[in-house]
């Protein structure tokens, strides 16, 4: 992933003690919408550790690229909660617009790209000054967000529209709109940063994107064995670091696909809990973690044998995993 | 004039760009429509329009401002008020001689054939929810956005057998609506094995020789049943019947668990932004109604979309073959066979939404959306596409 690479660059360039004392043990991190607060899981026992309070309706989370903070986007109090990851506490809050949903970073941590669904709006918000320095109109119910690896270009989903805004960060304006498949949802891009990979709830796909010159290049269809179309609602997705693996959540198929990258084939599809959305890998990837929004639990995949190793309950109507190992 | 005033702000929203092909849509209304009259719309029945479709169809024209520039394609709305079925048909003629793509319908269901005969155009039948319109009076160019009665009736169904509520006394009203739709509540509950105890008929009245017809407690005396279905087109009785019955039952149809196309309360699948939306722009709660004009104008938005070019017959064809998203978790479409769009029902008590029909583990062969009103075997539209 993005923030993997940056922040091995991170890590060879500053302090190696300091990150050490971030997080001795490791752990994943969820969201619930209605509980207003972050499950911490203990990935050492695949058990439930603790809670931690946080602000209303938490969904997207992500960490900052030195990995000591975490971010969390509150749809109901329209605010960033920041966590400390070291001492597990709150310690401040950005303000947000109406109804922040799924947001990005810019690769040095200074910017925030936040989708905001009531308004129809990308907002920009500098971290540190914690203030909004833009905001740009897109389709209705925007949703993901991804800043490219050279930090130049933002693309946001618009779930209404269908479409991919592609927008230039330095004047903050869409230079690109590029339809996808049927509600688009979350993205990947790869290493490279070549190709954007972009989830269709409706489409029961992954639309890929060339992002050399901003076209759809290809659509992956998705098929379950005993689920019909209508039933495989795609939402989150994420890649493995070397780019060569994709994981998407399949929805209410109650699976989550394995894709080679390469081939763009679903090479494996493994059962997991209701309405799979969230997915994420822990740094040797030898482990998916999937959310499953409707059974308000997240399953643990071994990914060399592509078993559902362990269920844990989580909290209620749980969002999105982050990984911190 | 305000009408006109409305399409060219609409335009004007809409960004018009000099080479811009127009898209004229006119939306034929009732003239001084009994079912808008302020004091019918106080109430807030359950099922009954909350104000004028148009205001979904504005959202919807609106909210495809990308897709719409990405096609170069302006989409103007004209609203025309009629006083009678002959203006309705006058109005739908001159619309098609001006360049109309598309027709709306907010008319009474014999003013909406009698426009629907006039023109070769695609007629979006907004409001009328009678299941002969789909049926033995169904019309190639008419496409159907409400839910129709049966849909409704077979979702409330669905609802009591998975209460294994089987036991059933039927309530209904005497206009000829309430017979119509009596008809495909028994329907109904004899395609799902319900059984029918008893089916009474209510009148509002405070005549004391006519108590047997008005008062709850003796219409609800006097039999065994599970729960009370109420069919009440008017709205005043089924309003009164809940926590008002002899025995201590729970009452459906159109008071109690109502099947609907929208509740504002709907929570899931990005539900709550379309409400609000719609709540913003018209500043009242979206009703059933006014999703489906929303999906009206998201219909025609996809068309213009996909075809800026259509005329009409690709235009019917294009109609036919879209996928819409109308925030209910799955894509919708025009069954083929009779031209009503396909779509998850919520079951609401009016203060939430309860649940999503049909339910979990009703089966159907093709698509589970299909057990909701007519099935394509029934055959039941002759003058199918």
């Known amino acids: 992933m993005k923030l993997t690479q940056h922040l091995c660059a991170l890590l060879a360039s500053s302090a190696l003690a300091l990150s050490l004392n971030v997080q001795a043990q490791p752990i994943a991190l969820v969201s619930s919408e209605k509980d207003n607060a972050i499950t911490v899981i203990n990935l050492a026992t695949l058990g439930v550790q603790g809670i931690i309070p946080t602000c209303k309706r938490p969904r997207h989370m ?84 991804k800043v490219s690896h050279d930090g130049k270009t933002v693309y946001v989903a618009s779930e209404v529209a269908s479409m991919v805004h592609v927008i230039d960060t330095e004047n903050r304006k869409v230079v690109n709109n590029i339809a996808v498949g049927k509600r688009p949802r979350r993205f990947a891009l790869t290493p490279d940063g070549n190709e954007l990979w972009v989830t269709n709830e409706l489409g029961a796909s992954v639309s890929i994107v060339s992002t050399r010159d901003m076209k759809l290049i290809h659509t992956l269809n998705f098929e379950v064995k005993g689920a019909r179309a209508s039933d495989i609602t795609p939402v989150g997705i994420t890649l493995s670091a070397d780019g060569k693996k994709a994981f998407v959540g399949l929805g209410r198929a109650n699976h989550v696909a394995f894709i080679d990258v390469t081939s763009r084939k679903v090479v494996q599809q493994v059962l997991v809990g209701k309405r799979a959305w969230s997915v994420a890998l822990n740094k040797t990837e030898s482990q998916l973690f999937v959310v499953n929004g409707l059974s308000d639990d997240m399953t643990v995949i071994n990914v060399a044998s592509a078993k559902a190793v362990k269920t844990i309950p989580v909290g209620r109507v749980p969002h999105t995993v982050v990984v911190v190992d | 004039m ?66 719409l520039k990405a096609a170069k394609v302006d989409v103007r709305l004209d609203i025309v008020p009629v006083a009678g079925p002959e203006e309705a048909r006058a109005a739908a003629l001159r619309a098609d001689k001006a360049g109309t793509k598309i027709l709306l319908s907010n008319l009474p269901a014999e003013w909406m054939t009698t426009v629907a005969d ?8 907004l409001s009328a929810s009678a299941d002969r319109l789909r049926e033995r009076d169904c019309r190639l160019n008419v496409f159907h956005v409400l839910p129709s009665e049966r849909m409704r009736a077979d979702a409330i169904a669905q609802a009591l057998i998975n209460r294994k509520w089987s036991q059933v006394l039927l309530l209904s009203g005497t206009s000829g609506r309430d017979t119509e739709r009596s008809a495909m509540a028994q329907a109904a509950i004899q395609r799902y094995g319900l059984k029918l105890v008893a089916s009474k008929t209510f009148k509002l009245s405070s005549d004391p020789r006519e108590r047997q017809l008005a008062n709850p407690l003796l219409l609800t005396g006097g039999a065994s049943y599970d729960v009370v279905w109420v069919v009440d087109s008017d709205g005043e009785f089924a309003r009164t019947l809940p926590y008002n019955t002899a025995a201590a039952r729970p009452v459906v ?40 004009s929303w999906m009206a104008g998201k219909a025609i938005a996809a068309a213009a979309a996909a075809q800026p070019q259509a005329n009409t017959d690709q235009l019917l064809q294009v109609l036919g073959s879209i996928n819409l998203d109308g925030s209910k978790g799955v894509t919708l479409q025009f069954r083929p066979w009779d031209r009503q769009l396909r779509q998850p029902l919520v079951l609401t008590d009016g203060q939430g939404v309860l649940a999503l029909l049909p339910l979990e583990g009703i089966l159907h062969p093709r698509n589970t959306l299909d057990t909701l009103g007519a099935d394509e075997p029934q055959k039941l539209c002759k003058t199918r596409p």
């Open chain 2, 118 to 125: 006039a023109v070769k155009l695609p007629v979006i039948n």
């Open chain 2, 2 to 67: 305000r009408l006109r005033l409305f399409g060219v702000l609409l335009a004007a929203l809409l960004g018009s760009a000099a080479q811009a092909l127009t898209w004229k849509i006119t939306l034929l209304e009732q003239a001084d429509n009994p079912e808008l009259d302020r004091t019918r719309l106080e109430r807030a029945y359950l099922g009954h329009p909350g104000g004028s479709p148009s205001e979904g169809v504005a959202l919807a024209l609106d909210e495809a401002e990308f897709e």
């Open chain 1, 62 to 145: 992500q960490l900052t690229p030195d990995r000591r903070q975490l971010l969390v986007a509150c749809g109901n109090d329209n605010t960033a909660d920041v966590i400390d990851i070291a001492t597990r506490k709150s310690v401040g809050r950005i303000p947000l617009s109406d109804g922040p949903e799924i947001f990005d970073l810019s690769p040095d941590g200074k910017t925030l790209y936040v989708s905001n669904e009531d308004d129809a709006e990308l907002s920009v918000i500098d971290v540190a000054g914690k203030k909004k320095l833009a905001s740009i109109k897109v389709g209705k119910e925007p949703e993901g967000v």
């Open chain 2, 253 to 292: 149809g159109d008071a109690g668990w109502v099947a609907l196309a929208w509740h504002a309360q709907f929570e899931r699948f990005g539900a709550p932004q379309v409400s609000r939306r719609f709540a913003k722009s018209a500043r009242r709660a979206m009703t059933d109604h006014d999703w489906a």
